[in-house]
């Protein structure tokens, strides 16, 4: 199998369609809501957590109904979270042939792109992927990352961001700010990731 490109997509503007309403569709929405994208989420029914979660996104357009293969059209990106094998087939060839990348819940092998699990501190975010292998592993590499990095840290992240801009500012030699920096990344990881940091 070749290797996968890590990358973070821009969805703002973007239009995703979202086909199923089960839990499989609900795990694709928490990783969408947030995005700004131009939702629309087709299902012949759905859960009651789902419709929950969609009441909180922003302008997203709830069709229940039952899909239909040119209900594609127009879309930048697709989301297949049927229970349907066939549906979820038919969607993919149809995808395929006009050229929109899709995701395939039930088959790695006919995704275009795979949702990641993601850990979020501040402004950081970590992507982790087993290449669609193993979505269980991924989720506890980022558990392993929570423990790693509490919540209770965000600020000091967004400060140390906020340090870096000005810096950039303020110090014009780049070897100098290098230094500045490392120090400042010295100071954080002795006070905060060392294992001799006691709870």
């Excluded at 127009?74 to 549906?87: C, E, I, M, P």
């Excluded at 303020?170 to 120090?183: I, M, S």
Aim: a neutral charge; one cysteine or more; aromatic letters at 8%.
């Amino acid at each position: 199998m070749n290797q996968l490109l890590p990358v973070f997509i821009k969805l703002e503007n973007k239009k995703v369609l979202v086909v199923g309403g089960g839990n499989v569709a609900l795990e694709k929405l928490q990783h969408l809501k947030d995005t700004g994208c131009a939702l629309t989420i087709i299902s012949k029914e759905f859960k009651s957590e789902t419709l929950r979660l969609l009441s909180s996104i922003k302008d997203v357009k709830i069709e229940t109904r039952e899909v239909r293969v040119v209900d594609l059209d127009g879309f930048d990106l697709v989301y297949s979270a049927t229970n349907d094998r066939q549906t979820n087939r038919d969607l993919v060839e149809y995808a395929k042939q006009k050229k929109i990348w899709i995701n395939c819940a039930d088959d790695p092998s006919l995704c275009d792109f795979y949702s990641s699990a993601y850990f979020d501190r501040g402004p950081i975010r970590v992507a982790v992927s087993t290449q669609g292998g193993f979505a269980g592993l991924a989720g506890t590499i980022r558990t392993i990352l929570e423990e790693i990095l509490p919540q209770d840290h965000d600020q000091e992240l967004e400060n140390l961001l906020e340090i870096r801009n000005l810096s950039k500012r303020k110090l014009g030699d780049p070897e100098e700010r290098k230094t500045a920096l490392k120090f400042l990344l010295s100071e954080f990881k002795q006070k905060y990731l060392s294992t001799d940091t006691k709870s």
